[in-house]
Structures are given as C-alpha cells and as structure tokens.
C-alpha cells in the first residue's frame, strides 16, 4: 500500500528537482532569446519552453515509466554499446565538456564582471575560475551536508531575488521591445524551440530520473504507478517555477534592448537589469546569490560524473575524476562564455533528437512490445540526420564553408526533410519509421506466437 503524499511532500519533491535543474543556463538563455526575438518573443518563448520544460518534464517519467534503473538501462534497449556510448557523451556534456565550465563563466559574467574594469576582463576571469573551481574541488571531494543545506536555501532565494526583479520589470519597463533580429523574424517558434536545447536540461533529465524516484521510494510510495503520478505531480511544480522564470526573463531581455543595446550572451543582461532596478546593492546582493547557486550545480555536476565515470572504470579513483574534471572545467571556462556555448551548439544539435526519440520510445515501447528493431531503426534515422545538423553548424559556428560532401548532404535533406531548415529534419522520418517498424515488430510476434502455438 503506498503512502499518500500531501502537496508540501510534491511541493519538496518539486522544489529539489527545481534545484537539479537550475543552473546557469536557465538565466542566460532565455535573457538573451528575449533581446533578439523582440516583439516576438512570446512565440518564442513558447518554442524555447516545449524544449525547455516539456522535455525535461517528460525525460523525468520517462525514466519512472520505463522501469528502467537508470539512463545507461533505458538506452541499452538500442543496444549496450550504444547505451554506454551516448549515456558517457551526455555525462560529459552536462558535465566537464560544456555545462560545468559555464557555471563558472556565467558566475563570472553576472556576479563580478560588472565590477571589474574592461582592461582586467581576462584577467579578472583566470583568478576567479581558479578560486571558483578550485572551492568546488574541495567540496566535491568530500560532498558533505553542507553543500545540501546550502542548496536548499539558495533554491528559495534565487527565487525570491529573480522574482522580485521580474515584478519591477512588469510594473516598470525598462522600454518597448524592438523589432526582432534576423534569425528571429521568420520562425520564432521553432528557432526558440532549439534554443532551449541550451539549458541542456532535458539531457540532465535523464540523469536526475532516478534521484527523483528514488526520493519517492524513500517517502513510501513503492507501486509503479504511485511512483508515476508522484513524479508526475512533483515534476509538475518543478517546470512550473522554471516556466515562470524563463517568461519572466525572457520579457527583461526583450525590453531591455533600447536601453543596454544587444549583447553576445545572456548574462550582462540580468546584471545590469539588476542594477538598473535595484542599485549597487541589489546587483551585488543578485550576484552573489548567483555565483553560489553556479557554485552549487558546479559541485553536483562534478560529483555526479565523476561517480559515474569511476563506476564506469574503477581503476580510476573517483578523487582523481573530480580533480581531472574541474582542472578541465577550469581550462574551458577561460575561454570564455560566447565561445563555450558557441561550440556547444553543434553538439547539443547532434545529442538533443537521440535524447527526445529515446524519450518518445520509452513512452511507444509498450505498443510495440520493446522489441529492439524499433529501437535501433529510430535512433539510426535520428543519429543520421543529427550528425549532419551538428557539423553544419560546427561550420557555420567556425565561420567556415560546408565541405562538398556535407553541403551535398544538407541540401538533399533540405529538399526531402519537412521541417529541415527549422532544425527538426529527424522528426517527421522518425515518426514514420517507429510506425513501420513498430507494425513489423507487431507482425513478427504474432506470427512467432501462432508458430509456437501450433507447435504445442
């Protein structure tokens, strides 16, 4: 019999995995997605928040639905090499590769580049990189319960700080939005739909499945289905407050233009949003918040890839992990946030399609029994089409022309693909062939079973 949970055990529930999730991109994204969408930004925000929150919302069941014990279990339905393949490029793409160094980057941005003098810019990030993830070193070296209370009191306070900026910026615009940039004034919907592939949220949704349902086990709801609706429910109020933010911050980066003007990234935008509005003081206060909340996901970001990768090779000791990926964060992080999310893009482009077909999969699998041809032939289609988009905008990230081969390929694609030049060319031909396939998987079990039947 399962434990009936009140709404403060979801609220709890809800307000960890907020936590989980909130982190440094779920600031700068949206900021910036409102500085170049303009007056379109409510279209794009809408995109950016079915990537965003819809995905990471569905990727959280989708690990309670499947029963799987983890994201390298449910992705091994395809096949254990692959599993292993794509759960260690996900481990190290939320971790040491792209979403570790830029919590240092943006805690540099928003907390202490506005106070540093445009001549110390470079300088200013080298010390504060290595005292930033040097503090995350030592701490992720013996995680303590430490690390835990502060967390749960900077989830409530980050909150309250960005929700009182967000009431200014409603009650007092900084001005009108502006007419939006180019990429932004045809298709708005669809380029903020892969703009929250950024946050990278719905690749940690898979990742933080478990932690979800392991923390409802604990409070006594055992049954797969209890465990379904807890997750459900506690999910919900977690992409609720994150929806709320990215509105919020998206309209303050939309209103924020005529006064600041347009900026690379994301994050000078909330730090001189906050100065606008509050002063010195409040920014200060702001930043600080922020650079211990990039802090805190830095240390659960180290700790959980390093645990895994020692799982993976326990030859190497998990302390050893921890140093090589902070001392490799730290390296990144210096080359500051544009070109970390510059040179992220081509690989979220590449991983996000798998994630959301292995998501939909875990959902269809019941329909066509698990059989693992349905599997492989839907990542296959992905993996074809989101190889290409993400070395055509690795060269287009460069700044560099197409090679023949691959130019030739974009363009078949774009002739055959609907939805090719929106950045969703995998969607319509996975669909299709998880229907194919998932008739023929159908077929072939009957038949099996008429065979066995008769044999009887």
């Known amino acids: 019999m399962d434990t009936k949970l009140s709404f403060k055990s979801y609220a709890v529930i809800g307000m960890m995995l907020f936590a989980l999730f909130f982190g440094a991109g779920n600031l700068i994204f949206p900021a910036q997605l409102g500085q170049y969408a303009g007056t379109n930004v409510w279209i794009a925000i809408v995109g950016f928040l079915v990537t965003g929150v819809g995905l990471p919302l569905l990727g959280i069941l989708a690990i309670g639905y499947s029963k799987s014990n983890d994201l390298q279990d449910l992705s091994s339905r395809v096949h254990p090499l692959f599993g292993l393949i794509f759960t260690a490029a996900l481990y190290l793409t939320i971790g040491p590769f792209f979403a570790l160094p830029r919590t240092g980057a943006v805690a540099y941005e928003i907390g202490v580049a506005p106070f540093v003098g445009d001549g110390f810019m470079t300088l200013g990030l080298i010390i504060f990189s290595v005292i930033f993830f040097g503090i995350s070193l030592w701490l992720s070296l013996n995680p303590s319960q ?106 303050l980066g939309a209103t ?78 210096n080359a500051g946030l544009a070109n970390i999310i510059t040179f992220s893009i081509p690989i979220l482009m590449f991983l996000y399609p798998l994630a959301i077909v292995l998501i939909m999969l875990a959902f269809l699998s019941p329909l066509f029994k698990h059989d693992r041809l349905v599997y492989v032939s839907a990542i296959t289609v992905a993996f ?73």
């Not at 690749?203 to 465990?227: E, Q, Y």
Request: positive net charge; charged residues 10%; aromatic residues 10%.
């Open 256 to 333: 924020s233009t005529g006064l600041f003007g347009l900026f690379d990234t994301g994050g000078p935008v909330l730090s001189k949003a906050s100065t606008h509005y509050f002063g010195t003081f409040g920014s200060s206060l702001l930043s600080l918040i922020i650079i211990l909340a990039c802090l805190t996901t830095a240390i659960g970001l180290t700790v959980a890839t390093s645990e895994f990768f020692h799982k993976l090779t326990p030859g190497i000791s998990y302390k050893m992990y921890v140093v090589i990926f902070s001392l490799f964060s730290l390296v990144v992080t």
């Open 384 to 456: 074809l089409v989101g190889i290409i988009d993400g070395l055509k905008t690795l060269t287009a990230s460069l700044g560099v022309p197409n090679p023949g081969w691959l130019q030739a390929i974009v363009d078949f694609y774009a002739s055959v693909l609907p939805l090719y030049n929106n950045g969703l060319g995998w969607f319509v031909p996975v669909i299709i062939v998880i229907a194919i396939t998932g008739v023929i998987a159908n077929v072939r079990r009957g038949t099996s079973t008429q065979t066995a039947q008769n044999e009887m």
């Open 146 to 251: 430490m690390v835990d209370s502060i967390g749960k009191f900077l989830s409530p306070a980050i909150l309250v700080a960005l929700l009182l900026l967000l009431v200014m910026v409603i009650m007092k615009p900084m001005g009108a939005m502006e007419a939006p940039q180019e990429m932004y004034s045809t298709g708005a919907f669809f380029k903020g739909f892969t703009e929250g592939y950024n946050t990278m949220d719905a690749l940690a949704s898979l990742v933080f499945g478990i932690i979800v349902i392991s923390t409802v086990r604990k409070l006594g709801v055992k049954s797969p289905k209890g465990i379904l609706s807890a997750t459900m429910k506690s999910g919900v109020v977690a992409v609720s407050l994150l929806a709320v933010v990215y509105v919020g911050i998206a309209y």
